[in-house]
């Protein structure tokens, strides 16, 4: 027997490899292999058997790794989708998809008391309704439920899903952040038990393989996790959920560099179920397709059981010295002597982002990336945030060698220190990156929070959203427009959706909370929108804005990125082939030009721009432009479909 092997490696064609000399030769389609490759071995995924022989010479198959098909036909045909919509390889396709470990191992689900679904209010039982409608009809439609904070966008998930489960069907509830998965599996353990799947990258390999072999063989009524549980084979779907449809951490930064969010509405589509997009702050498009009836619209205006709406403040930080405004240490304190909790959110993470030099004025940057480097104090060194690289505090200033070096800025690690000084009698813990590297790091912190073991909590993004603790009753934001001024079209839409999100931390019990936004930019109309939770005239700012710069939902992108170690190679080399390819109609060319992040991990980046109304034919010329750069290995060519990064 013969077999055509895909390997995870950017080329188009499949290997032949023999069977003869390996056990369980029959039924190996779909199953991983180990093969030879060139002067080692490689990991390959058998997609074709057969039996007349090549006429060309052919090395036999190492190893079958899999006792039986890990996949079917259906997974092979999402791959080809990933293949031809983020033009890549098979292999990089299917081994986006597959988990990698041979055995697996059991991942414990935190099972809780089974308790009684919650009742809804009217909006929530006509959300609920529309979409169990759908299910039932066996039909394709796509919803966006729009519900502010705290309006009970879950329990609508909840009742859904348990609507799935009455038919015989399995839902998959994606969320944004590994933080958010800990929590939204209680609360769904507390409905399905241990009939609950978890995928997410904290998962470790042998434990994503045993979910993975779960949801094959039925086992499970819920699939939760982050971007890549949208791959999960399920035999039998009733439902897509996708919650903060809106995040960013649905794209894959990597090749692929896929949307879970388009991944979503092929699948559906294909499975005639329905997509549920859920957010507070809708994406500007996906709003914009509800408008245009692309998506059907499913509101919720109430705040969910008791939570009230939270008063929300913009101070005016011009002119002040220290991070906190005395308003802000007076509301920390307040609550404290009252035994409530408190979050302060700054989105950047160590103890100051800039050391620069007195001299000079210039930063101490990475040696690797167009970046400056940030100074983590518990560490005593300054790092690299894009390539993570590490190097020793400078006594000197690398460009004119004068000793006056300063400190400059504010991190979630500072925060930390400077809290821990004015507030000594309270319990202060930090929730970013640095304090979460471990599997149950978020867990863990969430866990303390929940209990009232943490009085103050300092965090990034992590602390933004899907979070429901009762008992914190202030949002203290630091440098809300810290953002803002990035040179990219989606920038105000994020600031906007992290302010939002953040705020609805608070009062979530019966305690009315409050919401502090400490910024230099308070006419901005981002920060006013944002304070006033007012999403649909920032939509319609937004919306404006983007019209009159021709940015999505009025037009559709694909940027194209090339890399390389010599700089003026890749400058030339892409000016090259804009000449060579160029753009033909329907397809509007912008650049070349400089990447914002023009040096990254040691490769310099230019990038061009294919806009147009069709996704079609800047897909055609995209792939002219990667068989441009198909044979020349010097240079790397990055593909990326609606990205939501322009950096």
Not at 445 to 459: P, Q
Request: charged share 25%; hydrophobic share 40%; aromatic share 8%.
């Amino acid at each position: 027997m013969y077999v055509d092997v895909v390997l995870e490696l950017p080329v188009d064609s499949a290997f032949t490899y023999c069977l003869e000399n390996v056990n369980r030769a029959e039924n190996a389609l779909y199953r991983r292999v180990e093969v030879p490759f060139r002067k080692g071995t490689k990991r390959g995924v058998i997609i074709r058997a057969f039996h007349d022989k090549p006429s060309f010479e052919v090395k036999s198959v190492s190893a079958i790794l899999d006792e039986a098909p890990l996949f079917g036909e259906e997974t092979l045909e999402l791959a080809n989708w990933i293949k031809d919509f983020y033009l890549c390889s098979l292999g990089e396709a299917l081994f986006t998809i597959l988990p990698r470990e041979i055995k697996e191992k059991k991942d414990i689900i935190p099972v809780k008391k089974t308790v009684d679904l919650l009742e809804l209010n009217d909006e929530q039982e006509l959300a609920v309704s529309r979409v169990v409608e759908t299910i039932e009809k066996q039909e394709h439609k796509a919803f966006l439920l729009y519900g502010i904070t705290g309006s009970g966008k879950t329990e609508v998930y909840r009742h859904i899903a348990a609507h799935c489960r009455k038919l015989g069907k399995t839902s998959i509830i994606l969320v944004p952040e590994i933080a958010l998965t800990p929590q939204t599996v209680k609360r769904f353990a507390e409905i399905f038990g241990e009939r609950i799947a978890v995928i997410h990258s904290r998962l470790n390999p042998r434990e994503k393989l045993y979910h993975w072999k779960r949801i094959r063989n039925q086992e499970v009524d819920i699939i939760l996790g982050a971007r890549s549980a949208v791959f999960a084979p399920v035999p039998h779907p009733g439902c897509i959920i996708i919650d903060e449809e809106h995040e960013a951490s649905y794209k894959a930064s990597d090749t692929p560099k896929y949307n879970a969010r388009q991944a979503a509405f092929y699948l559906a589509a294909k499975n005639k179920i329905p997509l549920v997009l859920g957010s507070a702050t809708p994406q500007i498009e996906s709003f914009y397709h509800a408008e245009s009836g692309r998506l059907e619209l499913l509101t919720l205006k109430k705040r969910f059981a008791k939570e009230q709406m939270t008063d929300v403040r913009i101070i005016n930080m011009t002119g002040e010295k220290g991070v906190f405004h005395p308003e802000l240490i007076k509301k920390v304190l307040e609550r404290i002597n009252k035994g409530e909790q408190t979050i302060l959110f700054l989105n950047r993470r160590g103890f100051v982002p800039y050391v620069s030099c007195n001299s000079c004025g210039e930063s101490v940057k990475c040696s690797h990336c167009s970046v400056s480097l940030t100074y983590h104090k518990n560490k005593n060194a300054l790092i690299c945030h894009q390539c993570s690289s590490a190097v020793r505090v400078p006594s000197r200033c690398p460009v004119c060698h004068s000793e006056e070096l300063n400190f400059i800025g504010a991190g979630t690690e500072k925060i930390e220190d400077l809290l821990a000084a004015a507030f000594p009698q309270a319990r202060i813990k930090r929730m970013d990156f640095d304090t979460t590297r471990g599997k149950k790091g978020h867990e863990k912190l969430l866990d303390s929070l929940g209990k009232g073991e943490i009085v103050v909590l300092v965090g990034t993004q992590m602390v933004s959203k899907g979070l429901h603790l009762p008992n914190v009753t202030v949002v203290g934001v630091i440098d809300a427009d810290i953002a803002l001024n990035l040179p990219e079209f989606r920038a105000g839409e994020r600031v906007f959706s992290l302010l939002l999100q953040v705020s609805g931390r608070a009062g979530r019990g019966d305690i009315k909370g409050e919401v502090i936004i400490q910024t230099r930019n308070p006419a901005s109309y981002v920060i006013d929108y944002a304070a006033k939770s007012d999403y649909k005239n920032f939509y319609e700012k937004e919306k404006e804005i983007r019209r009159e710069t021709g940015f999505p939902p009025f037009s559709r992108i694909v940027r194209l990125v090339l890399r390389g170690t010599d700089e003026r190679m890749v400058e030339e080399k892409l000016r090259q082939a804009v000449l060579a390819v160029g753009a033909g109609s329907g397809v509007e060319l912008l650049g070349p030009a400089e990447c914002p992040l023009s040096k990254l991990n040691k490769y310099y980046r230019r990038h061009v721009i294919l806009r147009g109304a069709d996704i079609k034919p800047l897909l055609i010329y995209a792939k002219k432009y990667k068989d441009y750069f198909i044979s020349d290995s010097s240079v790397y060519l990055e593909i990326d479909p609606d990205p939501f990064s322009m950096l």
